[in-house]
């Protein structure tokens, strides 16, 4: 009979020793589904996969992960972390590198600069501002200079200039875009003013100093933070 295959310690004790067909076999079917092999535990991850999780917790918060059971509880959610951080970290990369790409555009930029409608371009300010120097003019090359480097900011969407804006409001705007730049700056502000609006006599060292300004700002890697839209501030 099929009940004689039957093991005696698998028969729980209150039932018959001699079962029917039936039982026998479902009892046969029940020890053989079970099988030898116990349940497979899960597999130990490496050490520094663990140190790793470790430490996004520690820098995200929560408690130690310790073995493979906790790995598999975290490893979603850890998952995603390293995803996002990748993704911050490569962003952060790619701005530092390139900078922020709409302000690497230059755009057409014309109207009031300082009081006049002036419709020429950053590089033609500077043109102006060589030819007038070579020429001795240094009244009309400060003049000039100070335009193209107001135009140049304002074309790289760095600082924008509008009707009413001043030198001096252009000047304490972009210091707080380019580090080192603040004293000297106003300073450029007073002598296009002295020269546009006072009736000074520009000088050379005047001249040298401004242009130098203006050719540093020029050639300057993007600033610290896009502030364009702080061109609005004290505009009505």
Same mark, same amino acid.
């Given at each position: 009979?099929?009940?004689?295959?039957?093991?005696?310690?698998?028969?729980?004790?209150?039932?018959?020793?001699?079962?029917?067909?039936?039982?026998?076999?479902?009892?046969?079917?029940?020890?053989?589904?079970?099988?030898?092999?116990?349940?497979?535990?899960?597999?130990?991850?490496?050490?520094?996969?663990?140190?790793?999780?470790?430490?996004?917790?520690?820098?995200?918060?929560?408690?130690?992960?310790?073995?493979?059971?906790?790995?598999?509880?975290?490893?979603?959610?850890?998952?995603?972390?390293?995803?996002?951080?990748?993704?911050?970290?490569?962003?952060?990369?790619?701005?530092?590198?390139?900078?922020?790409?709409?302000?690497?555009?230059?755009?057409?930029?014309?109207?009031?600069?300082?009081?006049?409608?002036?419709?020429?371009?950053?590089?033609?300010?500077?043109?102006?501002?060589?030819?007038?120097?070579?020429?001795?003019?240094?009244?009309?090359?400060?003049?000039?200079?100070?335009?193209?480097?107001?135009?140049?900011?304002?074309?790289?969407?760095?600082?924008?200039?509008?009707?009413? @804006?001043?030198? !001096?409001?252009? +000047?304490? #705007? =972009? /210091? &707080?875009? *380019?580090? $080192?730049?603040?004293?000297?700056?106003?300073?450029?502000?007073?002598?296009?003013?002295?020269?546009?609006?006072?009736?000074?006599?520009?000088?050379?060292?005047?001249?040298?100093?401004?242009?130098?300004?203006?050719?540093?700002?020029? @050639?300057?890697? !993007?600033?610290? +933070?896009? #502030? =364009? /839209? &702080?061109? *609005?501030? $004290?505009?009505?």
């Amino acid at each position: 009979m099929i009940a004689d295959t039957v093991p005696a310690d698998t028969v729980p004790a209150d039932i018959p020793v001699d079962p029917d067909d039936e039982q026998a076999r479902r009892w046969l079917e029940e020890e053989l589904g079970r099988g030898d092999q116990p349940p497979a535990e899960p597999a130990e991850p490496p050490q520094w996969w663990i140190d790793f999780l470790n430490w996004l917790r520690d820098l995200f918060g929560g408690a130690d992960v310790q073995g493979p059971t906790q790995v598999a509880d975290t490893g979603g959610t850890v998952g995603i972390v390293i995803i996002v951080v990748l993704i911050v970290v490569a962003l952060a990369v790619a701005f530092r590198i390139f900078g922020l790409p709409r302000l690497r555009k230059r755009s057409k930029v014309t109207g009031d600069l300082f009081g006049d409608d002036d419709d020429r371009s950053a590089e033609q300010l500077r043109t102006a501002a060589e030819k007038a120097a070579d020429a001795g003019d240094y009244t009309t090359a400060v003049v000039e200079s100070f335009r193209s480097l107001a135009r140049d900011l304002a074309e790289r969407g760095f600082v924008l200039t509008f009707p009413g @804006t001043t030198a !001096r409001d252009f +000047a304490h #705007r =972009a /210091a &707080d875009l *380019f580090d $080192g730049t603040h004293d000297r700056l106003l300073e450029a502000a007073d002598v296009f003013d002295g020269v546009r609006y006072l009736g000074a006599v520009g000088t050379l060292e005047q001249w040298t100093r401004m242009s130098a300004l203006e050719r540093e700002l020029r @050639t300057a890697r !993007r600033p610290k +933070a896009p #502030r =364009a /839209a &702080d061109a *609005f501030e $004290g505009v009505s």
